[in-house]
């Protein structure tokens, strides 16, 4: 860390990095929130902790967001950091970039990340290359947020899953969580980190309700979570297809089949040493991801194992994704396009009696 702060990056001396000594597991007693909810709540009490801190995007000021995320921050913070947007992407990402160039730290909301693609210049040509390019003395601190995937018949171009298309790119960090508490504690690591964060949400699981502690909490990124143990199969995978995980493997352990499901919380940086101890157990990988096949990341992870844990394996590794043509707007389609907890299911039996 001093050879960063002093040598490779001064900047990072002025910022106060989140403590991550004490993590607050959730427990009884705890408010049950929404998913919303505890976005809302990360942002907010970030912004009452730096005054550098601001949120814009389109709608997220007099109408309280497309989704409501920012409800009732206009009226604690104000206009001039819970900002409305021109419906104008390219324009709106460029100038935040700016602005955490030059030392605040925005958060924009993107309505879907379908539609930063209208933005990939500025949020992948500038953003994530801007401490390399200026050899150390300009950083950007900066989070873009919003909702990934399928959002329920919105139609192809409503419906991108980003994630395997921006993960490519060195100098950006990617979280994807799956259920409220870590979209709070991954948040606030989120708009506390030196880098631009990708911080990818779910249309379909912002209504999710968990336990949430009230106090301040952060989950550092690269730390994937256990959310189920067993010994036959290794389940992989991160943001909504992780409940796919646990449906299917509560199906499997009546057939005796018992998985280890990992959660991923982040893939930019991926916790692969979590994935090998895990294999260690069982000798046998699934890996399910809610984009498409061709060049994706649940393909990087199998590639990773292959290369560290090649001797552990019992059975080649398995990828699980959305089907490889554009998303369906049908319903019965859209269903059948995505991953979900029968071919889950259906995969770890292929690789448990192979």
Known sequence: MRLIETEIHPALGEWELPDFTKPLPSREGDRIIQYREALREAMSEE???????????????EYSGAYKVSQG????????????????????????IGAAMYGLRPIVEFMSWSFSLVAADPILNNAPKMLYMSGGQWGCPIVFRGNDGAGGQLGSTHSWCVEGLYANVPGLKMAIPSNPYDAKGLLKTAIRDPDPVFFLESERMLGDKAHVPEEEYYIPFGQARLAREGDAVTLASWGRPVHFCMDAAEKLAAEGIECDVL???TIRPLDIDSIIESLKKTNRIVVVDQSWPFGGV??????QVVERAFDHLDHQPVRVNTVDVPTPYAKNLEAAYLPNAERIAAAVRSVVRA
Do not use: H, Q, W, Y
């Open 263 to 265: 959660d991923m919380r």
């Open 298 to 303: 649940a393909s990087e992870v199998c590639t």
């Open 73 to 96: 921050m206009l009226e604690e913070f104000g206009p001039k950091r819970i900002i409305d947007s021109p419906i104008s992407e390219n324009g709106f990402a460029g100038a935040m």
């Open 47 to 61: 912004m009452r902790r730096d005054p550098r801190v601001f949120l814009l995007g389109e709608e997220v000021a």
